[in-house]
Structure formats: structure tokens, C-alpha cells
């Protein structure tokens, strides 16, 4: 079974960091494109960004350009997502994605995979 699952989640401050992480399994890591999405409360689910298979391609959202940046380790089947500059806008649950969709494509992708979420509430 593919399993994407999250860590790093918690309860921050405004003006904190923090990196999200992603490890996949059941699938072949440097197969996909994987990304992260995240979802306000009562608000739809929003693409973050997205990292080509060997790590060369971002697509970062425009929300989020300059204050988050993602990486991936594929011989560790994770993708990572530093947070920086945190504000309360930010607090969402965060989502880990993965699709054999190419990079560029991403902003409109539904992902094949989804893991369960990790939940990112940034207090004022």
C-alpha cells in the first residue's frame, strides 16, 4: 500500500519556523513528483508547492514565494517543506502529495496519493 506520512506539525508562534516533513512509501520515490497542499479551516485545499522527481523543478505557490521553500531526499523517501515567517494565515493542516504529473502542471493537479495531514496552527 502507498502511504505518505506527515510529521512536524504543531503549535507556533507568529514569526516561528518550522520544517514539515513527508515520508512515502509503497511506491518508487524518485518516480514521482511530490508536493504539499494545505487546507484553512473552512477553506478549500490550496496547492503550497510541488518538486520534480530528481529535486531540479519547483513550483512554489505565489502565497508562499520566498517564505517556503521545499526539498526532497530520495534516498530517504522524503519531501521536506521549510516554513519560515510563519503567520496566522498560515495555519492550516498540511498535506503531502505525490503524482507522476510533471512539475509545471502541478497548480492544477488533483495527486494520485495524499497523506493524512499534519496540522500547523500559528498563534498571533
Known amino acids: 500500500q502507498v502511504q505518505l506520512v506527515e510529521s512536524g506539525g504543531g503549535l507556533v508562534q507568529a514569526g516561528a519556523s518550522l520544517r514539515l516533513s513527508c515520508v512515502a512509501s509503497?511506491?518508487?520515490?524518485?518516480?514521482?513528483?511530490m508536493g504539499w497542499f494545505r487546507q484553512a479551516p473552512g477553506k478549500e485545499r490550496d496547492f503550497v508547492a510541488a518538486i520534480s522527481r530528481s529535486g531540479g523543478g519547483i513550483l512554489p505557490a505565489d502565497s508562499v514565494k520566498g517564505r517556503f521553500t521545499i526539498s526532497r531526499d530520495n534516498a530517504k523517501n522524503t519531501v521536506y517543506l521549510q516554513l519560515h515567517s510563519l503567520n496566522p494565515e498560515d495555519t492550516s493542516v498540511y498535506y503531502c502529495?505525490?503524482?507522476?504529473?510533471?512539475?509545471?502542471?502541478?497548480?492544477?493537479?488533483?495527486?494520485?496519493?495524499w497523506g493524512q495531514g499534519t496540522q500547523v496552527p500559528v498563534s498571533s
Open positions: 509503497g511506491l518508487t520515490f524518485s518516480s514521482y513528483t
Open positions: 502529495a505525490a503524482d507522476k504529473q510533471i512539475t509545471s502542471r502541478w497548480k492544477g493537479v488533483m495527486p494520485e496519493y
